[in-house]
């Protein structure tokens, strides 16, 4: 017998108490959580139930009858739908002030202590940052062609939009024309997928290509690579049979100007969405590791060299260690385009810290960690083998950081000196943070 699925439940007139580490407004209803999308603390609205767990529940907020001041009218047509943001209808400054107290609060609670110095957030632009992101493309005649864009929130379904407001401008803008582009192809069904990445005065499409394009799709490629003045790839497997459409392809790139380094990339490699941010961030934790002549520096999930680079720019002798070979290559490419040889490169799967690790040997006076969302645990775990007076932790997850920051004060002794937010994300429930851990 098949189960019967429950439809939604609508509850009015919930009076909501305050914001979740990502953003949704918080209720109790009959003793029981309820996390609400769309709603604000201070705010009675109506909600429908959408999930339902044995301790928590999750809603949308439906009707808002009594709005908070802290309230705005979200910009982009599509949200609510679109699954690319979760915070436009929030001020500015409660988007940040959220942020910081999910930080500090799971700080608080991993490490028992509160930071010695909370740090000034640093912030920028909140519209067309986003330099890098990964689109769904679907052919739905139903809805007159090709769909381009984010999926819906908590569904399968891509979102029907033609612009977005956090993509760069130019990216943006690309939006109708891929849908256009899409529409026109004989393999119309067969992308599924567009990842997109924009350098300095460059743009560059990745294409998921399930079946090869023919003679008339190649055609039709090459006129949208021109017209629209970008760079088109095609990607018919993993991230090895990406190849460029044509010679009209070139490299992508950013500058730091701060350091006078300069990084080439490809469009699938890992760079930050958030230029500007970027570069504020980089010279802030370049400041708290507070670089001098031959200080030496171990720089963990080193990636394309972000920080390595304008450390070693400062004077500081620093390994890079990064888990991933082409990144490496990529690296060790733009260290010697930049004038730094002597920059030491180690390919290094850095979840599993094993003390035979060759990365592991040496005595280090500044570790510094920028970790994917699965954070640092094995690192922190082997902190005494490596023996910093100082750790700086660059995370894109408050969760592990904090959860990693609780090995480090309570198992190694260090004190949590600072911590702060870097609004990296604006629009969205993610934040980026950095926290500074100095040995007693």
């Not at 609670?109 to 010695?116: D, K, L, Q, S």
Request: hydrophobic share 40%.
């Amino acid at each position: 017998m098949t189960r019967r699925r429950r439809e939604p439940r609508r509850i009015e007139g919930v009076e909501v108490e305050s914001l979740s580490h990502e953003g949704r407004g918080v209720a109790r209803i009959d003793g029981k959580t309820v996390f609400i999308h769309g709603a604000l603390p201070g705010e009675r609205v109506d909600i429908e139930l959408t999930r339902r767990h044995r301790d928590h529940d999750e809603a949308d907020a439906i009707a808002i009858h009594s709005p908070s001041p802290q309230r705005v009218v979200p910009r982009c047509e599509v949200y609510g739908r679109c699954g690319g943001c979760a915070t436009q209808h929030m001020s500015a400054e409660l988007q940040l002030a959220f942020r910081e107290q999910a930080l500090f609060e799971q700080l608080d609670r991993a490490t028992g202590t509160t930071p010695g110095a909370r740090l000034a957030p640093l912030t920028g632009e909140p519209w067309h940052y986003r330099r890098r992101a990964r689109l769904g493309a679907k052919y739905v005649p139903g809805k007159g062609g090709a769909l381009v864009g984010f999926r819906e929130r908590l569904k399968y379904y891509l979102t029907d939009m033609r612009w977005c407001h956090t993509l760069e401008r130019e990216a943006a803008a690309l939006i109708e024309p891929l849908r256009d582009l899409i529409g026109s192809l004989s393999i119309r069904e067969r992308v599924p997928q567009i990842e997109l990445a924009a350098g300095e005065g460059a743009l560059a499409l990745v294409l998921r290509v399930l079946s090869a394009p023919d003679e008339s799709d190649r055609a039709r490629l090459a006129g949208f690579e021109a017209e629209h003045d970008v760079s088109l790839y095609l990607q018919t497997g993993g991230p090895d049979t990406v190849v460029p459409l044509s010679a009209r392809s070139r490299p992508l790139s950013y500058r730091l100007a701060a350091f006078d380094v300069t990084f080439e990339f490809l469009p699938t490699d890992f760079v930050q969405i958030n230029a500007a941010l970027n570069e504020a961030m980089v010279g802030r934790v370049v400041e708290l590791i507070e670089p001098r002549e031959g200080l030496r520096v171990l720089d963990l999930f080193a990636g394309l060299g972000n920080f390595t680079l304008p450390l070693a720019r400062r004077g500081c002798r620093v390994r890079a260690v990064e888990g991933e070979r082409t990144l490496v290559e990529r690296a060790r490419e733009n260290a010697l385009r930049n004038g730094l040889p002597e920059v030491e490169y180690a390919l290094a799967d850095l979840f599993d810290a094993a003390p035979a690790a060759d990365w592991m040997h040496g005595r280090w006076d500044r570790v510094l960690l920028d970790p994917p969302r699965a954070g640092a645990r094995q690192v922190c775990e082997s902190m005494d083998r490596l023996g910093p007076e100082r750790i700086v932790y660059v995370s894109c997850n408050p969760a592990t950081l904090a959860r990693d920051a609780g090995v480090l004060v309570r198992r190694h002794g260090y004190r949590l000196s600072a911590a702060g937010v870097l609004d990296m994300f604006p629009q969205t429930a993610h934040a980026e943070a950095v926290a500074v851990f100095d040995r007693v």
